[in-house]
């Protein structure tokens, strides 16, 4: 094996290994396990429930192609490299072509598994709408590897190429339609069709253009440190993860509703948090995906007063996410040499997850009303969710936060 | 002879939408040290990366030893070393492996790697924390580590970043010494540097970039001569520049 495929497996490994610790953690949450666990099961239950209220026109291969797709398209190679690559690799990427090859390979393994488990919780659906056999469903999951195959070698060649918009659009498309084709059993030549346009766009477009450009180390970077992070973030939720490097978005337009007012020694804590709740890439999103989560389950699963576990899971999977706020980094100053006290920094920390999660609960709590139609049932679960929010906010944070002093 | 080093009509940023260089064109011949200065944003930093081939030109090309990244890349890359502004280091290897990963990856010869660094050692006196681990140094010995790694190399071309910030003024006369060592044999050193009293000491020539085009480029005293001035030193011509004084350019 030459040095760069052994520098590779180096590198697998050593991910390989520092996930396993964190994987050795995680199965130590019991409390979350147990979470993790109970909604699988409620999740299957109200799948079937669901399934057999489902209307015989219901497009249920459409869904799932789209689902399916997006998941296809989504196809990011894994690459293990490092910022200092751009020194001491640069000079030997000539002889790299093993090293992304195993990349591009490791991807396409990973990332079919994961597809496969998808498929796996979409064939319900699938058989039930379509009333097609265990055959359809393995020639579905070949024909899901094979674009999925596909989809990794095109997105390899992006990382050579300048402007990709219009070529990752096309990519998804073509995705979409190839697997659509083939679950929905067009006729054959329909999918040689598709199969053939394919096959001269990854070798008109994606190729040709490739081979003219250079690799774009910044973009390769930038997406493996995207993919790690997307791990660690994870194995955040259960446990402390020492922090990588981070993105932060400018949001203007809302940070205009949070401009620093006052000189008090109060505020400063007030503003790093909210400034990082809304500019840091893992808070904000995260919390406007459960909201919206919240809001769609509650207002379409009908379950009557059961609803309210729902919005108690919801505020307390946000409360979670919004744990490492306190711990993200800040300047060195703010850390100690400001004359802050302990209590400066974290009652405002407890103020903000407090408000966040009222907030969330009301909204939540409104889509579930609304859903089971009444206003006592509202109460009831603005209640639960507003106590809930209070309760994790002001005495489990108070608590944890207070055991740092 | 060919210029080690030739930048034609570059230009180029990071998205065509907004271009950072305009029609930057300048040459280095071998055993020449020349000073890249420029106010922060002015298009140093990206220049070099053009130079490395992390950028792709928009137009213009960048050739070293008269071939382009895409006729040789292997020749290309190889022919240069490149100090970064920050020091980028893998957090799992030490000092020796960061020397070692370096000749690996430039294809060094055994004896020539245990000689040149055993004398890059000595000279940035780290001999002793060769087994140390560099992502716990400080910002001037991660540098150091990130000096001695492109001068193991010895290749045509150096492209040194910014290197003096944090370099302790030993540290500085080691490196500039190995500079001057480095030039004698032949070797080119692109320097980009605020710190324009060394500058004017140990550079050859000058590139004062400007709003990313370059306002004026010679040795110090062709620089002069067109400021019309003598006597002036590059602090003064470099903020005349700076504050937008350039009649005196055309």
Redesign the interface.
């Known amino acids: 094996m030459d040095?760069m495929s052994m520098l590779w497996e180096k590198r697998r490994r050593?991910t390989f290994q520092m996930q396993l610790r964190y994987w050795n953690l995680i199965g130590r949450n019991s409390g979350l396990m147990f979470f993790l666990y109970a909604m699988i099961l409620i999740g299957g239950f109200y799948y079937k429930k669901w399934l057999d209220t489902l209307p015989s026109h219901f497009p249920g291969v459409l869904l799932i192609s789209v689902l399916v797709a997006l998941a296809c398209a989504h196809a990011p190679v894994r690459t293990f490299t490092?910022?200092?690559d751009?020194?001491?690799?640069?000079?030997?990427?000539?002889?790299l072509d093993r090293y992304f090859r195993k990349s591009r390979r490791y991807s396409f393994l990973m990332q079919s598994a994961f597809l496969l488990i998808l498929w796996i919780l979409c064939a319900p659906l699938y058989f039930h709408t379509t009333g097609y056999g265990n055959q359809s469903f393995l020639m579905g999951a070949a024909a899901l590897l094979l674009v999925k195959g596909w989809n990794i070698d095109c997105s390899w060649q992006e990382l050579f190429i300048?402007d990709t918009q219009v070529l990752r659009f096309l990519r998804t498309g073509l995705t979409f339609f190839w697997i659509y084709f083939v679950l929905s059993h067009q006729a054959w030549f329909v999918s040689v069709v598709c199969a053939a346009v394919m096959g001269c766009v990854s070798y008109l477009l994606f190729h040709r253009q490739a081979d003219?450009?250079?690799l774009?180390?910044?973009k390769l970077l930038e997406s493996d440190q995207r993919q790690a992070m997307q791990f660690l973030r994870f194995a955040n939720l259960f446990t402390d993860v020492p922090r990588l490097r981070r993105r932060m978005h400018a949001r203007r337009l809302i940070s205009r509703f949070f401009p620093v007012r006052r000189f008090e020694r109060r505020t400063v804590f007030e503003q790093i948090f909210i400034k990082t709740f809304l500019r840091s890439d893992e808070y904000l999103g995260m919390y406007m995906r459960l909201t919206v989560i919240g809001i769609l389950l509650g207002f379409f699963l009908n379950i009557g007063l059961f609803s309210v576990f729902l919005v108690l899971s919801i505020v307390y999977l946000t409360g979670l996410q919004l744990v490492p706020l306190w711990q993200h980094p800040f300047p060195q100053a703010l850390a100690g040499l400001y004359p802050l006290t302990h209590q400066e920094k974290s009652r405002p920390f407890v103020q903000l997850t407090a408000l966040l999660l009222s907030g969330q609960s009301v909204i939540v709590s409104a889509a579930t009303g609304f859903g089971t139609r009444s206003f006592a049932g509202f109460l009831v679960f603005l209640g639960a969710g507003v106590g809930v929010s209070l309760l994790f906010s002001f005495v489990y944070l108070g608590k944890r936060v207070q055991l740092e002093n | 002879m060919d210029p080690v080093l030739s930048v034609k009509q570059l230009s180029g940023g990071y998205s065509r939408q907004r271009p950072i260089l305009h029609d930057v064109s300048f040459e280095m011949k071998a055993g020449e040290l020349v000073g890249l200065v420029g106010l922060n944003g002015a298009g140093k930093s990206t220049t070099i990366k053009h130079i490395l081939g992390l950028l792709d030109p928009f137009s213009g090309e960048i050739r070293i030893n008269g071939r382009t990244l895409r006729e040789d890349k292997t020749a290309f890359r190889k022919s240069m070393a490149y100090v970064p502004e920050l020091p980028e280091l893998y957090e799992q290897m030490t000092l020796e492996e960061h020397l070692q990963l370096t000749a690996m990856a430039y294809h060094l010869q055994q004896d020539e790697y245990a000689q040149r660094s055993s004398a890059l050692l000595k000279l940035f006196h780290m001999e002793k924390k060769k087994h140390w681990f560099p992502i716990h140094f400080s910002k001037g010995m991660r540098q150091k580590v990130m000096i001695m790694c492109a001068f193991l190399v010895r290749p045509d071309l150096y492209i040194v970043d910014e290197p003096f910030v944090g370099l302790d003024p030993l540290g500085i006369q080691s490196l500039l010494d190995l500079m001057t060592d480095m030039k004698k044999s032949g070797a080119a050193i692109l320097m980009s540097t605020h710190i324009l009293t060394t500058a004017e000491q140990y550079c050859d020539r000058f590139i004062i970039l400007h709003d990313g085009r370059i306002a004026v480029q010679g040795t110090l005293d062709q620089i002069r001569r067109q400021f019309g001035d003598v006597n002036a030193n590059l602090h003064e011509i470099y903020l005349a520049v700076a504050r937008g004084e350039t009649q005196w350019m055309q």
């Open positions: 040095a050593e490092a910022r200092a751009l020194v001491f690799l640069l000079p030997a990427e000539a002889e300048r003219f450009g250079l774009n180390w910044r």
